[in-house]
């Protein structure tokens, strides 16, 4: 059985939640080389969004015409929220690099 849009939104919401959580925590303590493995955790994260990003794009067509352009909506927000928290990862891998260079 697949699951229904609803459920593929709620996991997206909860990885990009737990995504951002980890990237406030890095980013107020300075990443750091020791932080490589929470970034990739972190990166490996949004992969997973971003393909739940897509098979929401898809379901969105299956949905009745009276919720379509609702979750058009939810859908395009959560796509915005990903592009945010994907530079922000960016920004802490390369803080991350920059680190790792300054103490090696």
Not at 19 to 27: H, K, Y
Not at 40 to 51: A, H, I, N, S
Not at 98 to 103: P, R
Request: cysteine-free; proline content about 1%.
């Amino acid at each position: 059985m697949s699951l229904g849009i609803d459920e593929v939104y709620r996991n997206a919401r909860k990885l990009s939640m737990a995504v951002e959580q980890n990237l406030q925590r890095v980013s107020l303590m300075g990443a750091k080389e020791e932080d490589a493995d929470a970034l990739e955790d972190m990166r490996v994260k949004l992969e997973q969004v971003r393909g739940l990003i897509s098979s929401m794009e898809q379901l969105v067509k299956q949905e009745p015409s009276a919720k379509r352009d609702l979750w058009k909506q939810k859908v395009a927000n959560m796509r915005d929220e990903f592009s945010a928290l994907e530079k922000s990862l960016d920004k802490e891998l390369r803080r991350a690099g920059k680190n790792k260079g300054q103490e090696g």
